[in-house]
């Protein structure tokens, strides 16, 4: 692997830190994407040669992408751990100007994924530091040959070019705040994989697996333990989306549900309402889960909230990435609604897939009773039964009369189901609740996590007294905690790290610092001392001192880079800087003669260096071999050396 080739590495790792600034890849996977990257940069320092590896790592990369499209890991997600796998792979190996060419390439086209989620202004800053990095790697390119010169005019062609380029991706490619989406991904594909489903149906399922994908985080304003002891009793159940139409053992959503009463929402420019923050994860369906109660809700800009199917409430504009509710809980009250003729129908209509439901309710409570009573009954009775993911009924010819009458045992599905129809078959209004339970408090974050893990079914039954949904669970409680307690304390741990690289990480480049920016703004503007002339001055600062900056990387590089820019002596150089620098328009030759006066114990081996350098540039001579050369002879260079016998150092 050759020398002083490190300007490779920092357009890639641009293009990463643009992509963690984005929001649109976990914490898990932003790793995976610089995992390549970090072994790359370790066999550079190392000097781990690794050319005759070559074929085993591209068979990697092969395995890579297969076990990707096995693993359904997404369009975007395989297209750009690919691209990062393959930069690694390159950086890793020993590489010429093309190979350096394809590096930069592979970087580029992760930074136009980055483009897809950054905001216009972040796009701008991330858009300069890629065209630096980018115009940097150029000029070592343009250096490292025999007599290279600055490319002040290719690289000003390319880097220009690059801009427009991006600036054209920018602005086709969708965004995450547009409202829709076009070409190859759209915003619902981007947004996510998990969602609720808007139908229920117990047959044909085996065991289900526990999934433990991130659903949202509940941040209280307070940590206080009373307080939150209070807090989580009202959280216990967050409610989704309600099922209302029931036939042949399915439960679906009906169009006509009405929207969720008690929900108030505020302009984002209001003050904070809230005592909660909810931090949501995105979904393919954008619904919100939320708690019983009334509730006053503020969602950040560009997030308006509306009216979901199935009673939900949801964002209208689908996110890429975590977004954050503010929640505030003013009162305990259940929903209420008068039910009209038709709607009572819909709502008590049942088919012969619950005549076991019927047996079962009558077997349990035979005699006629009210509502509440009725239902209490029920639930105290399916909380005799045993909860399981291993589904005992699903494969039955009739699963809920073989969970009633044969098992016993099922998951929350079959409970809310079993109890819902149940109580239709007696007359009583009852639907079917998807949602989440509240799951454990993260201390140290402090915060509640909810995570698929969480996903719960339930019932609400109407009372006709009071004109309430009553609110039924009758799977037992404590169910979901499963698996073995190492793994549910990595799994606590783990997500505590994805919250604290969330919101001091991604979030802190999004959210924190348009706060900080409108407060800035909002403190210059009263003091009479920001306009557009002072922001022009602000920006004509920061380019110039880029541009300095890449100015004196240049001139180092120079002053490095003498006898026609060969990389190999770089370490001698470095070494006799400012003993003995090389004069203007002096040759190689002279150069080590004059060094050897000044180190006269290595004069002879200073004179072998130079014809070595002279085979190695002009000749076929290896350059690994002249850079063992350069090395040994830079160590040998101990001592203190004598005084020059010329003015020239």
Known sequence: MRPRRWPDHLPPWISLTALVATGLFSFTECCAMGVPLLLAAVCQRARIGLGSWRRPLELLAVAILLALILARAGLLLSLVLLIHVLCGIRLALPRGTAQ??????????????????????????????????????LADQA??????????????????????????????????????????????????SLAFPESLELSGRGPIRGQEATVLR??????????????????????GRTLETFSEGRWEVWPGTPARRGLR????????????????????????PLPYGLLTLRSPHGRPLGPQAGGAMGWELLPRRASSLAVLMEGEALEREELSAGRRALLTRTDSSADPARLWSLRVAPDPQAPRSLARALEAELRTYTYTLDNPSGTATDPMRDFLERSRAGHCEYFASAMAAALRTRRVPARVVLGYRLGPWIAGPDYWLVSQREAHAWVEFHDDA??????????????????????GWLRLVRDALSFHWDRYVVRFSGEDQVAGLRMVQSLAMDMGVFGTRHAAVLSASGL????????MLWVWRLRTSAFGGIPELAPLLQRVQRVCPPAPGETLRDWLERLGERYPACRDELQALADQVEDAVYGSSDRESLLKAVRHTTRNLSGKAVPPKDNRG
């Open 218 to 239: 509940v941040v209280p304003s307070s940590p206080d333990a009373s307080a939150r002891k209070h807090t989580s009793e009202h959280l216990a159940l967050l409610r």
């Open 100 to 137: 350096r060419r394809q590096v930069l390439l592979m970087a580029f086209l992760s930074f136009l994924v980055a483009a897809m989620g950054l905001p216009a202004a972040d796009f701008a800053l991330w858009g300069l530091l890629w065209a630096a990095a980018a115009a940097t790697t």
């Open 544 to 551: 110039i001192l880029l541009l300095l900056g890449g100015l």
């Open 265 to 288: 929402r505020v302009p984002p420019d209001s003050p904070s309402p809230g005592e909660l923050e909810f931090r949501l994860e995105p979904t393919a369906d954008g619904l919100i």
């Open 143 to 192: 250096w490292e040959a025999p007599g290279g010169h600055l490319p002040l005019r290719p690289i000003l062609a390319w880097t220009v070019g690059t801009a427009l380029l991006a600036g054209l991706c920018f602005v086709s490619l969708p965004r995450a705040d547009s409202p829709s989406g076009t070409g190859m991904w759209t915003l619902r594909r981007l947004g996510g």
């Open 466 to 487: 009071t004109q309430m949904w009553v609110v039924a669970d009758p799977t037992p409680l404590g169910a979901e905690e499963t698996g073995s307690a190492l793994s």
